[in-house]
C-alpha cells in the first residue's frame, strides 16, 4: 500500500479508537463470564488478593491461590468455600453466573514465595498437574521496605524488586505457553499509580512498580505483534489504598479531601469491572490520568512546585518514621 494511503487508514484507526474510547464512558460495556474458568491470584492471603479471589469466587470461576502466608491464604480459601456454598441456583439464574450452573468451583492453595522462580516454577507444575491449565493470572503480590534508600538494607531492596517486577516474568514465563498454544488467556498487572510518578522516600518501590508496567507493556505489544488478539493484558494502577501497606502516608490537609486514600473494596471493584471488559488500563480515581499526562508534559521544575503544593513531595515521610520507629521497638523487644 502506498504510504501516503497507508498514513490515512492509520490516521482513521486512531481517530476511531478515541470514539471507541470515548463511547465507553456513556455505554457500559458487557462483562463477560468467567464461570468455570481457572484463575491464578498471588499474593492472596490479604489485602487487594483477597478481594480479587472472593470476587472471581462470585462468579464462580475456579481460584488457585498463591501466597508466601500459609494461614492467610488457607483463610482466604475458606472465604472462598463459603462463597461457593452460598452461591444458589436462582443467583445463576440472575446473571452472576448463567453459564455452566451444574458446573462445581473448586479452590485450591499453595504456598509460593514468588520472589524465588523455582518456588515459582514448581508451583507451577503442581497446578498444571492437579488443576490443569489456568485462564487468568492475576499478578498481585507486592512488598513494600519502608525506608530511607540511604538506611535500606541492601536485602530489602532485593526483595521490593523480586516480588513487585521479576515475579512477574517467572508467573508469566510458567503460563504464558499454555495461553500461547490456545491463543486464550488473560494477565493482569496489579501495579500503582507509583509506577507511573513518583515521590519521595520510596525509591524501591517506584523502581519496582514502574519495572513492572514496563513488562506489562512491552508484553502486550509482543502479544499484538505475535497476533494473540485471544490473550487479554490489564493493567491496574490504583492510587493509595487505605491498608496497611502506607500506613500513615499524608499530604497538605487542605488538598486531602480532594485525594483521599482508596477503599480496598472500591478498588478492586474498579479493576473487576476493567478486567471483565477486556479494558487495557485502569486508575483509580480517574484524575490519575491527569496527574500522568501532567508529569510527561510540564518541565521537571513544574512538577516539583504541583509536588510541593499538594504536600506530595514528602507525603511518605510520616509513613517511614511510623516504619522506622515500629523497627526500633521491636529491636528493643527482642534486646530486652
Not at 201 to 220: N, P, Q, R, T, W
Not at 229 to 245: A, E, N, R, S, Y
Request: contains cysteine.
Amino acid at each position: 500500500m502506498n504510504i501516503v494511503a497507508e498514513l490515512f487508514v492509520v490516521t482513521f484507526k486512531i481517530m476511531w479508537s478515541l470514539v471507541l474510547a470515548g463511547a465507553k464512558w456513556f455505554v457500559r460495556p458487557r462483562e463477560k463470564s468467567v464461570g468455570g474458568q481457572v484463575c491464578v491470584v498471588t499474593g492472596a492471603g490479604s489485602g487487594l488478593g483477597r478481594l480479587f479471589a472472593l470476587e472471581f469466587a462470585r462468579r464462580r470461576a475456579t481460584l488457585v491461590l498463591w501466597d508466601i502466608n500459609k494461614e492467610g491464604n488457607e483463610e482466604t480459601a475458606d472465604m472462598v468455600r463459603e462463597i461457593y456454598r452460598k452461591l444458589s441456583p436462582s443467583e445463576e439464574s440472575s446473571g452472576i453466573a448463567q453459564e455452566l450452573p451444574l458446573f462445581q468451583p473448586k479452590v485450591y492453595a499453595y504456598v509460593c514465595d514468588v520472589s524465588k522462580r523455582e518456588s515459582v516454577y514448581s508451583t507451577a507444575e503442581k497446578v498444571r498437574r492437579d488443576v490443569g491449565n489456568i485462564d487468568m493470572l492475576i499478578n498481585n503480590a507486592g512488598v513494600v521496605s519502608g525506608h530511607h534508600l540511604l538506611e535500606c538494607p541492601d536485602e530489602l531492596i532485593e526483595r521490593t524488586m523480586m516480588v513487585n517486577c521479576h515475579a512477574h516474568f517467572w508467573t508469566t514465563k510458567a503460563f504464558l505457553p499454555a495461553m500461547l498454544e490456545l491463543n486464550h488467556g488473560h494477565i493482569v498487572t496489579v501495579a500503582s499509580s507509583l509506577g507511573l510518578f513518583t515521590t519521595a522516600g520510596v525509591e524501591d518501590y517506584c523502581a519496582s512498580k514502574f519495572g513492572a508496567i514496563g513488562f506489562h507493556e512491552s508484553l502486550s505489544h509482543e502479544l499484538k505483534a505475535a497476533d494473540k488478539d485471544g490473550i487479554k493484558m490489564t493493567l491496574v494502577c490504583p492510587f493509595l489504598v487505605d491498608t496497611d501497606m502506607f500506613k500513615g502516608c499524608k499530604i497538605r490537609k487542605e488538598m486531602a479531601p480532594f485525594f483521599p486514600p482508596l477503599k480496598p473494596e472500591y478498588c478492586v471493584q474498579q479493576a473487576m469491572r476493567a478486567i471483565l471488559t477486556d479494558q487495557p488500563m485502569i486508575c483509580t480515581p480517574r484524575v490519575m490520568y491527569m496527574v500522568t499526562f501532567m508529569k510527561t508534559v510540564l518541565p521537571f521544575d513544574a512538577t516539583v512546585c504541583m509536588y510541593r503544593f499538594i504536600g506530595a513531595d514528602k507525603c511518605m515521610y510520616p509513613f517511614l518514621a511510623q516504619r522506622k520507629e515500629s523497627t526500633n521497638n521491636n529491636e528493643s523487644k527482642t534486646g530486652i
